[in-house]
């Protein structure tokens, strides 16, 4: 079982499959079939040629024998021995015998060659039974039948032949019954040669009707893949692979009802979600109104008013981001977010982002000069996604938190607005690395009750692909995180030799 498996990892992959193995089975059925029907047919064939064979030989070297043996005299002279040899040879004159007569010490034969093929143990045995003693053998490549055959006489009705110690030997070719031999080894050899093709072509056609439902069902499960729940296999017959094709439909059919019903349970949260953040934001706009004009008043209440107004002051912002934040979700889950294209000098877009928010002196940039980087946008997307990254690298991560632009070639017809963040703080975990796009997910247990809502980098992530661009999360060897953000820039929307390099 080893040494299969281990000639198995040497097969070439195509040679591994269904069909082939098939095929393969098929033809090693065959030729085995084929090959033990041909030797047992080819056995009883070759006994039969050659018993036939032998036995008419032996009858007609009996009867000459007989013809003859009534006219020798015994005890026979050396001419008599000769003569019966003579006569028997001449009754036989187209068969190619080669006759021996021997008695006690006399010896005559006919022609003078050809009787070394004579074995001890053919004369001996000879010498001992009346019936016929016959042997096949072969010299120089040549089959040969030597047979050996004692004349007897009846001393009286009734008795026993006795033995009158004349034998006669006769040596006689076979090439006949050889080329009948070789005729049949040919035919068995076409005869499996028509099999082992029969039992391809046999295999080809059952492999066809065996792997015609595993195609349907490989096609059926790539098209669930790419979530086509609602195809279905034709079920025929009653076989495994009838009831193989009935269970992918009763999995299927589950399978498009689980999902139905969690795309419903999906879409009702998403539709919960909107209401309630769109039946928030009123409430809420009375409240953030009502505390700015609180705040104002906020330094001539007493320190205990003041902290408390400040606490609700806090929360109501908190909860407006918040409120704000469900909002832009829910129109990505809708599909109703668009782009408001404008073009704009992504330079100094950045500074303006970093001005309104009076990070300037907190974040070092790196940035080409004015006018050489230009692309369309959403300005407000694109300072969401600027906003959310410096937001975060500043209060996540430890200074300096650089920020740095240029230009990523990727063929003739197309290259990459690439800005990158970076901090000097710990950096991401290795375990939050897969989840940090993920909404509501907070890399660090200690940020579960800060006031991030777990959503900035999900938004972020979103607007980046809404226009079309590709953003990451790595850590650098040297410590502190970098965010990687690519936007799709046509080739005359930046001039390469004015614009600084992407990575640092």
């Not at 070439?12 to 047992?40: D, E, H, K, N």
């Not at 032998?54 to 050396?78: E, G, H, K, M, W």
């Not at 000769?82 to 021997?102: E, F, I, K, M």
Request: charged content about 20%; aromatic content about 4%; proline content about 4%.
């Amino acid at each position: 079982m080893r040494f299969l498996r281990a000639a198995l990892v040497h097969v070439p992959l195509a040679l591994r499959g269904l069909r082939s193995r098939l095929v393969v089975a098929f033809a090693l059925v065959a030729v085995a079939g084929a090959l033990s029907t041909g030797a047992l047919a080819f056995r009883e064939a070759r006994t039969g040629v050659l018993q036939q064979s032998q036995d008419s030989v032996i009858r007609q070297f009996r009867a000459s024998i007989d013809a003859v043996a009534v006219q020798t005299p015994l005890p026979p002279s050396q001419s008599d021995l000769q003569t019966a040899v003579d006569q028997v040879l001449h009754a036989n004159q187209s068969q190619g015998w080669r006759v021996l007569a021997t008695y006690r010490s006399l010896r005559a034969y006919a022609p003078s060659a050809g009787f070394d093929m004579l074995s001890p143990q053919l004369r001996r045995s000879v010498g001992t039974t009346p019936a016929a003693v016959f042997q096949r053998v072969n010299a120089d490549g040549h089959p040969y039948l030597v047979v050996g055959l004692p004349v007897t006489y009846n001393s009286g009705e009734g008795t026993k032949p006795k033995l009158s110690g004349l034998v006669m030997y006769l040596v006689v070719p076979q090439n006949t019954e050889q080329a009948y031999v070789e005729a049949m080894v040919s035919a068995i050899e076409h005869a499996t040669l028509v099999a082992l093709c029969l039992a391809v072509v046999l295999a080809l056609v059952a492999a066809s009707g065996v792997l015609r439902p595993v195609r349907a069902l490989r096609r059926a499960t790539r098209r669930m893949a790419e979530g086509h729940l609602d195809v279905r296999l034709a079920v025929n017959g009653s076989d495994e692979l009838a009831d193989l094709s009935q269970s992918f439909n009763h999995t299927a059919a589950a399978l498009e009802e689980s999902v139905a019903e969690l795309r419903r349970l999906e879409a009702q949260a998403r539709r919960f979600v909107a209401d309630v953040s769109h039946e928030l934001r009123t409430p809420l706009a009375a409240m953030s109104a009502v505390t700015d004009v609180l705040d104002e008043k906020a330094l001539h209440l007493d320190r205990e008013t003041g902290e408390a107004l400040q606490l609700i002051s806090e929360g109501t912002s908190r909860l407006s981001v918040l409120v704000n934040d469900l909002m832009e979700i829910s129109r990505f889950d809708a599909g109703a977010a668009e782009l408001n294209l404008d073009e704009i000098d992504l330079a100094e877009f950045v500074q303006h982002t970093l001005a309104a928010r009076g990070w300037q002196g907190q974040v070092e940039t790196r940035l080409p000069r004015p006018g050489v980087l230009r692309t369309r946008v959403d300005p407000r997307r694109l300072d969401v996604v600027m906003a959310n990254l410096v937001g975060n690298a500043l209060r996540h991560g430890d200074p300096p938190v650089r920020l740095s632009m240029g230009v990523r070639e990727e063929r003739a017809d197309m290259a990459w607005a690439v800005i990158e963040v970076t901090d000097n703080g710990p950096g991401i975990a290795e375990e939050a690395m897969p989840h940090i796009f993920e909404r509501f997910y907070k890399a660090s247990t200690t940020r579960t009750r800060s006031e991030s809502s777990g959503l900035g980098l999900a938004i972020t992530a979103e607007n980046v692909r809404l226009h079309g661009g590709r953003i990451s999360a790595a850590n650098l060897p040297e410590g502190g995180a970098v965010f990687t953000v690519e936007l799709p820039l046509r080739r005359d929307s930046a001039t390469d030799d004015d614009a600084t390099g992407s990575a640092w």
